[in-house]
């Protein structure tokens, strides 16, 4: 399933961006909730300013109950997507106990998002005391710690699974050393805690050895979930690329945000089987600035940079990130979280005019 | 509750003789056994009270006789002084780690670290000064895999109410021992509801018998960002065995690595003394460059808990002092000392304050 349709489509679409270059490409747009509206529309304003070939298709997802009494997200949410394959989607709120799953984990079910995918570089003007970091993180999004089994087995005693399935771990594996080759990067770490978990992480750590045979050209390296975080918060330049299972991923991924300015500014992907993948800012609603005109769209719009370079419209990516990376670091109009006072509206008109000149 | 009222009328462990302590000596893989040697000419040099029963761990058989003789030793004798045995991936899934072997049959529950910025080394960030209290036998490291259908393994993580009280107590008891304001959970109970849950249940609980201590909790991937950014903000932290593995690690690389730090293991009954990050560090040993700080300190935390507080208190001081040389750094925090100059210079000090030592 995932891996040979996936990359071809992929291969397939760069095509697209690259030869056909007026075409538009539809992407389904979730704004979300708090925040996500009004940087949305930024996301949107800046990508007309640079002329981006992307028609928005805005969907809501809000959890609804189809036939046979399970939650899914609204169909014409699905179809958009199911149409695109490329989505965009701004930050969701959980609701405690509203009786359904959260949002996120219902878009995961439904579209298979396997790989969460998080570049963490270094945003030059925006001094965090890490520079010179330039990794990724990629983590296994579907089983692992997250599978949500849990017993009470006596009063007392609970006991929570962890699930590490053959196809999981090969998958993502393979879509870790995919992701190597086709960006360019030297070497893939896999990180686990093989030495306790022996059977489990042990699974997760074969799968990562059979696929690496397969790409000679890409370096790989094993190591401890502890010395990774031992190292990284010395040295984190020592890593490249990391792909790791689920509730690893999830502490070393937002780590590796906060060494570079935290989830404000860091940009995040999931792919799914069947070529589906969504781009999302990863921090919260922010309902308390919600509709201020005070929020800052960097994660939104980075991951929407992202979006670009998987489609092979990286011309347009480039120029946009420039032009963010250029307002970031003149610090003339930056928002609070930044350092600044400006509005939400001001930071995003340089960036757009940055484009525009840049053209 | 009952265990700590044992503990807080602290006897010191039964073995000693003619006033001298005997100590269970692992010296383990990589690093370990030259450090501890290091560890032993400091001590044999400050003429202190100490004899070490020696055991060995081959960490290449699969037989548990080795670590079962090491647990009997620790039975009879009270403390011990580790270094890491390596867990070999060669060996088949049923062979588990020799240290948490050692953690679970002793009972040792309460992993603690105490990170300090130490005035003498850079680092990114300053004034960081936090306690990390770490349940030590259950949670992720309860070691009970099985691979039900082929391709397909359950790994299974076991939260206790008894243990989260057990180790909750704890931190609070030590928080309230020493002087510190706040005591933060860290967990995962958003995703993991029943289990993380349970503990932080059980960690609110034990808070509110201590309304002079602060009490919050945090998610474990904010505490990492956190962490990274603004380590001040933490005091004390209690949480279960893997984040706690991740938070430790974290925290000794933010204070210079793991060459600095020492851990302890305290049990009801036992108590054993290890380096904090627990590293065997295969590639750098036997070239006299490993950094012999953390095993030193682990040495004086020893020395503290069997009463030997004068001893502690000269050898800490002395590591100190030669910590503030640049000099006598060693690889790991950017300097280009060996092992064995800074223990000469912690043994040179030790001399030149008066007190009785052994020929140089």
């Known amino acids: ?359 | 509750a009952q265990d700590l009222q044992l503990q807080l009328h602290y006897c010191p462990p039964p073995a000693k003789y003619g006033g001298r302590h005997t100590v269970t000596l692992i010296p383990g893989d990589g690093i370990g056994p030259e450090l501890l040697n290091h560890v032993r000419e400091v001590f044999r040099f400050s003429c202190v009270p100490v004899d070490f029963e020696v055991v060995h761990v081959n960490s290449a058989l699969e037989t548990e006789e080795d670590i079962n003789n090491a647990i009997t030793a620790i039975r009879r004798n009270g403390v011990a002084l580790k270094g890491n045995i390596e867990t070999k991936h060669t060996m088949p899934p049923s062979v588990k780690s020799r240290n948490n072997l050692l953690r679970t049959s002793l009972d040792l529950y309460a992993n603690v670290m105490h990170c300090q910025s130490l005035p003498g080394v850079q680092t990114r960030h300053q004034n960081i000064d936090i306690m990390i209290i770490r349940e030590n036998t259950e949670g992720e490291y309860s070691s009970l895999e099985h691979e039900n259908v082929p391709g397909v393994v359950e790994s299974l993580k076991i939260i206790t109410r008894n243990n989260s009280l057990r180790i909750a107590e704890y931190a609070f008891r030590l928080a309230r021992e020493k002087g510190r304001r706040r005591v933060t959970a860290v967990h995962k109970a958003n995703i993991m509801k029943l289990g993380d849950g349970l503990f932080l249940q059980c960690c609110r609980e034990v808070a509110s018998g201590y309304p002079d201590i602060t009490f919050d909790s945090m998610i474990v991937d904010n505490t990492t960002m956190q962490l990274v950014s603004k380590p001040q903000q933490f005091d004390v932290m209690v949480m279960p065995n893997l984040y706690g593995n991740v938070v430790s690690n974290v925290c000794a690389g933010l204070v210079g690595g793991p060459g600095l730090v020492p851990g302890a293991n305290y049990g009801r009954d036992y108590a054993v003394f290890e380096t904090a990050t627990r590293n065997t560090g295969k590639s750098i040993a036997d070239k006299n460059i490993a950094n012999p700080t953390a095993m030193l300190l682990a040495g004086c935390m020893m020395l503290d808990h069997l009463k030997l507080h004068d001893h502690a208190s000269s050898i800490r001081n002395a590591i100190f002092t030669t910590m503030n040389e640049n000099r006598l750094h060693t690889a790991d925090i950017g300097g280009q000392g060996t092992t064995s100059e800074v223990v000469q210079s912690v043994m040179r000090i030790i001399q030149s304050k008066g007190q009785l030592t052994a020929e140089f």
């Open chain 1, 1 to 359: 399933v995932g891996s040979p349709a996936f990359l071809s489509l992929q291969r397939e679409r760069r095509c697209l961006g690259v030869c056909d270059g007026g075409q538009m490409q539809t992407v389904t747009l979730i704004p979300g909730d708090g925040i996500g509206p009004e940087i949305s529309t930024a996301v949107m304003k800046i990508f007309e300013a640079a002329k981006a070939p992307i028609r928005w298709e805005e969907r809501n997802v809000t959890a609804i109950k189809g036939p046979g009494g399970r939650w899914m997200i609204p169909p014409d949410a699905k179809e958009s997507m199911d149409r695109s394959k490329i989505g965009l989607k701004g930050p969701l709120k959980t609701p405690i106990a509203a009786g359904h799953p959260s949002m996120n984990l219902l878009l995961r079910k439904t579209f298979d998002l396997y790989a969460n995918v998080r570049p963490c570089v270094s945003i030059e003007g925006y001094k965090t005391p890490y520079t010179d970091v330039n990794l990724v993180t990629i983590r296994e999004n579907t089983e692992g710690e997250y599978s949500g089994i849990e017993h009470v087995i006596v009063d007392g005693v609970v006991q929570s699974i962890k699930l590490i399935t053959e196809n999981a771990s090969r998958r993502i594996a393979e879509y870790a050393f995919e992701y190597a080759r086709n960006n360019q990067r030297s070497s893939v770490t896999a990180v686990h805690k093989a030495n306790i978990m022996r059977m489990s992480d042990g699974l997760f750590l074969r799968k990562c050895r059979e696929v690496a045979e397969n790409y000679k050209d890409v370096k790989f390296t094993e190591m401890y979930l502890d010395t990774v975080c031992l190292n990284m918060v010395q040295d984190p330049t020592q890593f490249d690329v990391l792909v790791m299972p689920n509730l690893y991923g999830d502490i070393l991924s937002d780590l590796c945000a906060g060494l570079i300015g935290g989830l404000g500014v860091t940009p995040s992907g999931n792919i799914g089987a069947n070529g589906v993948a969504i781009f999302e800012s990863v921090h919260g609603t922010a309902p308390d600035i919600a509709g201020l005109d005070l929020a800052n769209p960097t994660a939104l719009l980075l991951s929407a940079v992202m979006m670009l370079r998987h489609m092979g419209l990286h011309d347009y990516g480039n120029k946009i990130q420039t032009a963010c990376f250029d307002t970031i670091r003149d610090k003339k109009v930056l928002t609070k979280d930044l350092g600044g006072n400006s509005k939400c509206s001001e930071f995003t008109a340089d960036i757009c005019r940055r484009v525009q000149d840049l053209d």
